[in-house]
């Protein structure tokens, strides 16, 4: 039996991993892929989520996890007039592979066991345990008093449970040689809604120049794209030579209300599963403070699963604050946002 199982072993599942190992439960992290693994993502790093590193890791993030240009300067945002507007800030460049598998081996050293390539498949709670089942070349069952559900956009777990389907938005972006008349120190995101149907994005990756963006309908991903490069070449000097990846990936898309969902019982949801995800598909500083807050609540309330629940609650509300100022600010700047400005 052990003491909490972590789904999911992203910026989330580890952060939740280690604050629990450290009080000296017995944690295990389950993640489905091969770690190191792949995870799309622009992979920019805001002073938060640097300062979040420092604070629940007690290092700063390793060289190792770092691509060129190692340092962002901040997000360039264009509204749907095509204005530009310059928001300054101290921010890191790193590749998600490497930076959450340095994560999580901190939880790891933090006394915390990993089972990669192990999938969670269901899970039935009782009123003193919580049985999640699991595969790993066979199907097999273990046993948990709490299970923290930090599977990021598709969770199978919390679809189950809840019985619901997620509203997904669709990404798309490439890895290109070639060159651009832009400062490689920012994110770039377009709000303008011939370019997307949420945001289009352009930033460097150890000299690629990654493109892309983000649809409610796949049918329509394309052409979006196809706009967006046209759009780039001529306002920006973009001429690609080589395109080296395409890759496709899946976001929550965040609905007017701004809804999060924290579990219930002795299963918790926490990051993108929850519906932590601020504006521009910035997710990691909430994936980390969510999954801190509710290791803390469990580990503070570990005898009084409803207590645990509140905890979580009152612990993230001034997170669900900053995210939904946030996405006001941006209903400011696009009329794809427009929803969310009656809504918060
Ligand atoms: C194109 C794109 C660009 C982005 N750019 C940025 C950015 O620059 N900065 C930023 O802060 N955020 C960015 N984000 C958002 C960010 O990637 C996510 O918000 C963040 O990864 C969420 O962390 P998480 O730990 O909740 O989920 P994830 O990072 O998705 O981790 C979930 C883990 O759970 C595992 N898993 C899933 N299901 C199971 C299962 N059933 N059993 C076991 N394991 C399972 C997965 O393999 C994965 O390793 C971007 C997202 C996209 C799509």
């Keep these: 039996m052990y003491d909490v199982i972590v789904i999911g072993a992203g910026p989330t599942g580890a952060t939740a991993a280690k604050a629990l190992a450290d009080?000296?439960?017995?944690?295990?992290?389950?993640e489905r892929m091969k770690l190191p693994r792949y995870k799309s993502?622009?992979?920019?790093?805001?002073?938060?989520s640097m300062d979040l590193v420092q604070q629940y890791f007690g290092k700063a993030v390793p060289a190792s996890?770092?691509?060129?240009?190692?340092?962002?300067?901040?997000m360039i945002l264009t509204d749907d007039n095509g204005k530009a507007y310059t928001f300054e800030?101290?921010?890191?460049?790193?590749?998600?592979?490497?930076?959450?598998?340095?994560?999580t081996e901190k939880a790891v050293e933090a006394g915390a066991e990993l089972r990669g390539c192990t999938s969670a498949i269901s899970c039935e709670q009782s009123a003193e345990h919580i049985e999640l089942r699991l595969h790993f070349d066979r199907t097999y069952t273990?046993?948990?008093?709490y299970v923290?559900?930090?599977?990021?956009?598709?969770?199978?777990?919390?679809?189950?449970?809840?019985?619901?389907?997620?509203?997904?938005?669709?990404?798309?972006?490439?890895?290109?040689?070639?060159?651009?008349?832009?400062?490689?120190?920012?994110?770039?995101?377009y709000l303008q809604p011939e370019l997307s149907e949420y945001d289009a994005w352009f930033n460097v990756k150890d000299e690629m120049l990654v493109l892309g963006v983000a649809v409610k309908e796949t049918n329509k991903m394309l052409r979006y794209y196809d706009n967006f490069?046209?759009?780039?070449?001529?306002?920006?000097?973009?001429?690609?030579?080589?395109?080296?990846?395409?890759?496709?990936?899946?976001m929550p898309r965040i609905c007017s209300d701004c809804k999060l969902d924290y579990g219930m019982g002795r299963l918790f949801f926490a990051?993108?599963?929850?519906?932590?995800?601020?504006?521009?598909?910035?997710?990691?500083?909430?994936?980390?403070?969510?999954g801190h807050s509710v290791a803390l609540s469990v580990i503070e309330h570990f005898n009084v699963p409803a207590s645990v629940l509140d905890d979580y609650k009152k612990r993230t509300e001034m997170l669900k604050v900053y995210m939904q100022r946030q996405w006001h600010f941006v209903s400011g700047m696009s009329e794809t946002f427009g929803e969310m400005r009656a809504a918060l």
């Excluded at 669709?170 to 651009?180: A, Y």
């Design 142 to 145: 273990e046993k948990a008093r």
């Design 148 to 189: 923290i559900d930090c599977e990021g956009v598709t969770s199978v777990i919390k679809r189950k449970v809840l019985g619901t389907t997620p509203e997904f938005i669709t990404t798309f972006q490439t890895f290109n040689e070639g060159k651009i008349d832009l400062d490689l120190h920012y994110f770039y995101a």
């Design 23 to 30: 009080s000296g439960l017995k944690v295990l992290i389950v």
């Design 229 to 250: 490069i046209r759009y780039m070449t001529e306002n920006h000097g973009l001429a690609i030579t080589k395109t080296m990846k395409r890759e496709r990936w899946l």
């Design 271 to 290: 990051g993108e599963v929850s519906g932590f995800l601020n504006p521009m598909g910035e997710g990691i500083s909430a994936g980390m403070e969510s």
């Design 65 to 74: 996890a770092m691509c060129t240009p190692n340092d962002n300067h901040g």
């Design 89 to 103: 800030q101290e921010g890191l460049n790193v590749w998600r592979s490497s930076f959450d598998n340095w994560l």
């Design 41 to 48: 993502c622009s992979g920019v790093l805001i002073k938060k």
